[in-house]
């Protein structure tokens, strides 16, 4: 069906960066909304940013102006460049990916998930 295999993650220290790449295989479904989510340590699942087809974008409060989303619709690649980190962003982060068929949205997957870790 739909498959997400996540690159990226690592350990950075403070102030520094990490790109993160999502690459979606999809059969017989499209894909449209792509996205990152990240949990951390205690605390619930939260939105980081997200992408349409059409490249219209959604971010998290905390990560405006830090973060940039982007993808590659051909590859169905979807990327979050992380500046400025901050040990907040410490946390396990998802990708997303809905599945269409025939213009209906059925349901969503996600990656496995890729640990990133900001040192003071």
């Known amino acids: 069906q739909v498959q997400l295999v996540e690159s990226g993650g690592g350990l950075v220290q403070a102030g520094g960066s990490l790109r993160l790449s999502c690459a979606a295989t999809?059969?017989?479904?499209?894909?449209?909304?792509m996205g990152w989510y990240r949990q951390a340590p205690g605390k619930q699942r939260e939105l980081v940013a997200q992408?349409?087809?059409?490249?219209?974008?959604n971010y998290a409060d905390s990560v405006k102006g830090r973060f940039t989303i982007s993808r590659d619709n051909a590859k169905n690649t979807v990327y979050l460049q992380m500046n400025s980190l901050n040990p907040e962003d410490t946390a396990v982060y998802y990708c997303?990916?809905?599945?269409?068929?025939?213009?209906?949205?059925?349901?969503?997957?996600w990656g496995q998930g890729t640990q990133v870790t900001v040192s003071s």
């Open positions: 997303k990916a809905d599945a269409w068929v025939g213009g209906v949205a059925l349901r969503d997957y």
């Open positions: 999809a059969s017989f479904f499209s894909i449209n909304a």
């Open positions: 992408i349409t087809s059409g490249g219209s974008t």
